[in-house]
């Protein structure tokens, strides 16, 4: 079970941050809206929560991985 969470979790992050890099492009693509910035600016409020999200549920269910991360420091 734990390996659907930590996947779940890497796809909530590409999800998240393929939305903060491409929010122009999708914006413009995907939504009619009249002013670009404001669409773009939206999308990239949803990617960080995504994002954030992702990071949480990998934090909480793959300890190892920050295990990793402090001994580099």
Do not use: H, W
Not at 2 to 29: C, H, N, P, Q, W
Not at 33 to 56: H, I, M, R
Request: glycine share 6%.
């Amino acid at each position: 079970m734990e390996i659907v969470f930590v996947l779940l979790g890497v796809i909530f992050s590409a999800v998240g941050v393929i939305s903060i890099y491409d929010a122009r492009k999708l914006t413009k693509k995907l939504f009619s809206f009249q002013d670009v910035n404001e669409g773009t600016k939206y999308l990239k409020l949803f990617g960080v929560v995504v994002s954030l999200l992702g990071f949480c549920i990998i934090y909480i269910y793959l300890p190892d991985a920050t295990d990793v991360f402090k001994s580099m420091l």
